[in-house]
């Protein structure tokens, strides 16, 4: 079992930035960022193998940043200039259930309970 404790979500404006950082109760594998809202499914956002490849939703290229840190078990996501669009709850996951061409599927083995972010216009 891996528990997954993410923070760093809050309230924006629109052109902002936030940090949100996720824990890991010990070492993962491929590590991602979801969001999801009441209407839309759950999405990938963006995500980081062990060996550092990383994979971007087009919604979030050029905007976020994802990176890890393996010595803390810890996967971090930077977002630059939100919009009001990027308001949802940010879920971190861990350790792929199926392999596969991309990592952005929402086939993950654990996830932690979710993050906040709002953004404001």
Request: net charge positive.
């Given at each position: 079992?891996?528990q997954?404790?993410?923070?760093?979500?809050?309230?924006?404006?629109?052109g902002?930035?936030l940090?949100?950082?996720?824990?890991?109760s010990?070492?993962?594998?491929?590590?991602?960022w979801f969001?999801?809202?009441?209407?839309?499914d759950?999405?990938?956002?963006?995500?980081?193998?062990?060996?550092?490849?990383?994979?971007?939703?087009?919604?979030?290229?050029?905007?976020f940043?994802?990176?890890?840190?393996?010595t803390?078990?810890t996967?971090?996501?930077v977002?630059?200039?939100?919009?009001?669009?990027?308001?949802?709850?940010?879920?971190?996951?861990?350790?792929?259930?199926?392999?596969?061409?991309?990592?952005?599927?929402?086939?993950?083995?654990?996830?932690?309970?979710?993050?906040?972010?709002?953004?404001?216009?």
């Amino acid at each position: 079992q891996v528990q997954l404790v993410e923070s760093g979500g809050g309230s924006v404006q629109a052109g902002g930035s936030l940090r949100l950082s996720c824990v890991a109760s010990r070492a993962t594998e491929t590590m991602g960022w979801f969001r999801q809202t009441p209407r839309k499914d759950r999405e990938g956002v963006a995500a980081i193998s062990r060996s550092g490849l990383t994979e971007y939703a087009d919604s979030v290229k050029g905007r976020f940043t994802i990176s890890r840190d393996n010595t803390k078990n810890t996967v971090f996501l930077v977002m630059n200039s939100l919009t009001p669009e990027d308001t949802s709850i940010y879920y971190c996951a861990a350790n792929r259930r199926v392999s596969g061409s991309t990592f952005l599927t929402p086939s993950y083995a654990y996830w932690g309970q979710g993050t906040q972010v709002t953004v404001s216009s």
